[in-house]
C-alpha cells in the first residue's frame, strides 16, 4: 500500500491560494491520486483525481511531477468555507482507499 | 447533495437496543461501504458491497451486522453496542469497485 504523508494542518486567509503538498513515495504504476474534502460531521467530497502532470476542473488543480512521488492539491483564492480537512489518497482498488489524518485547512478573514 | 442518503442523521442508542441504518444512493452505482469515523481518528472501513455480494469484512466485530438488499440500499443492524461504537458512521457507493467513491451525509451515533 502506498503510504501517504501530508501536513497535520495549514492557515490561509481568505483570497489566497493555498497548496496542500502530499508524500507518496512507495506509488505503484497503477495507482491514482485522489483527493477529498471533509467538513465537520459530514462525509468526504470527492474534489479531484490525477495519474500524472496536470488536472484541473472548477474546484481545484492536481500538480503531479513526472516521478509521481508527491502531488500538490491547489485551491485558487479560497474562501471562509474552505475551512475543511482535506485528504490525499493513493490507490486504485477500494482496499487501498485508506484515509489518513488529512490536513485541517483553517482560512481566516 | 442527493446523491446517497442516510437515514437516520443522528441516532442514540443504549447498549441493549437493536437498531439500524439506512443508505441509499441514486447514482446507479454498483459497490458500497459502511465507513466508521471515530472522534479525531481516519475514516475506518468496514464493509464493502460488489454487486450486492459482500467483498470485505475488516474485522468488524458481530455486533455490527450489514445487508444489501439490492445495489440501491444498504442497511448496518446493530445489537448491543458499546459506548465506544459511538461515531460517524458513513455510507459510500461506487461505479465498480475501482470508482470514485461518494459519501452519504452520515449517520452521527451516540450509544450510552
Known amino acids: 500500500l502506498a503510504k501517504t504523508t501530508q501536513p497535520i494542518s495549514m492557515d490561509s486567509y481568505e483570497g489566497q491560494e493555498v497548496n496542500i503538498t502530499c508524500s507518496h513515495n512507495n506509488i505503484a504504476t497503477n495507482d491514482y491520486i485522489t483527493w477529498y474534502q471533509q467538513f465537520p460531521s459530514q462525509g468526504p467530497r470527492f474534489i479531484i483525481q490525477g495519474y500524472k502532470t496536470k488536472v484541473t476542473n472548477e474546484v481545484a488543480s492536481l500538480f503531479i511531477p513526472a516521478d509521481r512521488k508527491s502531488s500538490t492539491l491547489s485551491l485558487p483564492r479560497v474562501s471562509l468555507s474552505d475551512t475543511a480537512v482535506y485528504y490525499c489518497?493513493?490507490?486504485?482498488?477500494?482496499?487501498?482507499?485508506?484515509f489518513g489524518k488529512g490536513t485541517m485547512l483553517l482560512v481566516s478573514p | 447533495e442527493t446523491g446517497v442518503t442516510q437515514t437516520p442523521r443522528h441516532l442514540v442508542m443504549g447498549m441493549t437496543n437493536k437498531k439500524s441504518l439506512k443508505c441509499e444512493q441514486h447514482?446507479?452505482?454498483?459497490?458500497m461501504y459502511w465507513y466508521k469515523q471515530s472522534a479525531k481518528k481516519p475514516l475506518e472501513l468496514m464493509f464493502v458491497y460488489s454487486l450486492e455480494e459482500r467483498v470485505e469484512n475488516n474485522s468488524v466485530p458481530s455486533r455490527f451486522s450489514p445487508e444489501c438488499p439490492n445495489s440501491s440500499h444498504l442497511f448496518l443492524h446493530l445489537h448491543t453496542l458499546q459506548p465506544e461504537d459511538s461515531a460517524l458512521y458513513l455510507c459510500a457507493s461506487s461505479q465498480g469497485l475501482t470508482g470514485t467513491q461518494y459519501f452519504g451525509p452520515g449517520t452521527r451515533l451516540l450509544v450510552l
Open positions: 447514482l446507479g452505482h454498483n459497490a
Open positions: 489518497l493513493v490507490g486504485v482498488p477500494y482496499s487501498t482507499l485508506t
